[in-house]
């Protein structure tokens, strides 16, 4: 009998401590008050860059708005979210990463691997909390063999994989706080 009842005192201990304990758990790693805050805004970016494929823009304010849309609860709104983004595309540049020889002294080395860097300026601003604004770069490139493709064969691919890259990057720094 008394085994049982220091079983019972010991369980109900347990019991609340266990339930005085709370863990704020998110499947996507974010930590939005969804209290405070409940929309977001995207201005269309820019391209400043002066390269890239002529949609580039437009691809890349669509799929920040996509991905925000798909890994958080917030409402898309056209103007004045809780969350607030903007920017440009600053940087689109190609250049060569490693010479392969021609074997030919005639002939001049060229590039066996050529590497396409994308950046992107962003202002973010957070209204409920003015202490996470900030203005930041994000970058990511993308590597090619130029002997087996060309740039117009792979750059839709690669613009893809680097702005996948970048609004993950964007991602964590805004509502993530990793």
Wanted: glycine share 6%.
């Amino acid at each position: 009998m008394k085994l049982y009842r220091l079983f019972v005192l010991l369980a109900g201990l347990t019991l609340f401590l266990f339930q005085s304990c709370s863990v704020k758990y998110s499947f996507t790693g974010t930590n939005i008050n969804y209290e405070l805050v409940k929309t977001f805004s995207v201005e269309n970016f820019f391209n400043d860059s002066g390269g890239g494929p002529a949609n580039m823009e437009q691809r890349f304010t669509e799929a920040i708005k996509e991905y925000y849309q798909r890994n958080t609860q917030l409402e898309l709104v056209r103007n004045n979210g809780d969350l607030q983004f903007s920017g440009a595309i600053s940087t689109y540049s190609l250049t060569p990463q490693a010479a392969v020889s021609s074997g030919d002294p005639n002939l001049p080395d060229r590039a066996g691997q050529m590497r396409l860097t994308i950046s992107v300026a962003v202002d973010y601003i957070n209204l409920s909390n003015e202490e996470e604004n900030k203005k930041q770069n994000f970058s990511f490139f993308k590597d090619y063999d130029p002997r087996t493709v060309t740039l117009l064969d792979v750059e839709n691919e690669l613009v893809e994989e680097i702005f996948e890259v970048i609004i993950q990057d964007i991602f964590t720094a805004t509502v993530a706080n990793w």
